[in-house]
Structure formats: C-alpha cells, structure tokens
C-alpha cells in the first residue's frame, strides 16, 4: 500500500510531537510525507498537483494537531479546493474511490477530557466525523483515528513509544500486516461505490 502523509503543522519547528511522529516515518519506502505549510507558505494551493498525489497513493493520512476540535486552515484550504467537485465527488467524481483516510492528531488534553463526562464533552472520533463524512462523500473508507493525548505534558520516553506506535501502523498498514477494513472508524459504513475504484 502506498501512503501518502499530508501534515499540517504552523509551528512545526516547536512541535515536539509532530517532529517526532516525522522524524519515525521518515525515510520509509512507499510512504510520501508533504508538509503543507512549507509547500504552500501563502496558500496558494496547486491543485493538480494535489490531485496527482491523490491518485498515487492508496492511503491518505491527515497528521495535524487539534486545533479547535478540527484541523489548522491549512487542511481545510486544501479539502475545499482539492476534493472538487465532479472529481472527487458528485457526478462522475470517483477518483478517490476505494482508498482509505486516516486522521493522525495531537490533542493538548488528556483522554479523559474527550468523554462525555470530560471537558470537552465528545470522545475524539466523535468531534472527528465531518472528516468521516467527507471520506464517505469521496467513496474512500475512514479508518479510526491515531491519537496522541497531551503530547506537551509528554515525558520524553513516552513521546519515543508513541512516535514508534505511529510508525508500526504506518509501516503494518503499507506492508499489509495490518488490515485497513478491520480499522473503519465508529459508525461508517462503505460508501456504494467504494469497489467503483481503480484501486
């Protein structure tokens, strides 16, 4: 499986977590990662570039932090300008069919804080699904989440074994160990032309 790694970071340079959640998947055969924000510092998003990398890859994971129980604008500028219409979805746009999403955060709270008892009242696949849904309207298959939990608070050890469990899912997922329709998130079901796709 090839797996293409979009990340989306402001401050990357000051993100321990993200640096090492990079630093373990970098290098590796069959695994793309493009830093959004270095790519586009001003936004300017080249969409058939985008769209070619798409189609490259059959597993597309969305690395970001938490921000505002969603993604950095970043990832929002790309979704809107990339996931056309009559491409990606509507008449005729199943290009993205029977590939696969991932969504890889950081949260700055504790697991406890995403329950409905928490803080912040919803668990984090919950607070996740428009990207669940956009995945359903692109006829790809979303996966559950990877989830690291108050990444600052972090010891530098944990932070090691999280960034190697990053690694093993991405390696497991391109390798075939791991099998993507025994991880589809909470409460999706396979788009209708899902199998339509030239995957």
């Known amino acids: 499986m090839r797996i293409l790694v979009l990340h989306a970071h402001p401050k990357l340079s000051s993100s321990i977590v993200h640096a090492a959640m990079l630093h373990a998947i970098q290098g590796l055969d069959g695994v793309t990662p493009v830093d959004l924000y270095a790519a586009y510092p001003h936004y300017g998003i080249d969409v058939a570039i985008e769209q070619a990398r798409l189609l490259d890859h059959d597993l597309i994971v969305l690395q970001h932090p938490f921000y505002w129980y969603s993604s950095p604008s970043i990832i929002k500028e790309w979704q809107d300008l990339v996931l056309a219409n009559n491409w990606a979805y509507g ?35 919950e ?10 309207l692109c006829s790809m ?8 939990h108050a990444g600052r608070r972090m010891e530098p050890q944990a932070l090691t074994a999280e960034a190697e469990r990053y690694r093993d899912l991405i390696v497991g997922l391109r390798d075939g160990r791991i099998d993507p329709m025994s991880m589809l ?15």
Not at 185 to 199: K, S, V
Request: hydrophobic share 40%; no cysteine; glycine share 10%.
């Open 185 to 199: 998130a909470i409460r999706f079901t396979l788009p209708p032309a899902f199998h339509q796709g030239d995957r």
């Open 127 to 136: 607070l996740l699904h428009p990207f669940n849904q956009t995945a359903y």
């Open 141 to 148: 298959a979303y996966l559950r989440p990877f989830v690291i």
């Open 91 to 125: 008449p005729g746009g199943t290009k993205l069919a029977g590939r696969f999403l991932l969504s890889a955060i950081s949260t700055g709270g504790s697991e406890q804080a995403y329950h409905v008892e928490g803080r912040n009242r919803f668990e984090v696949e």
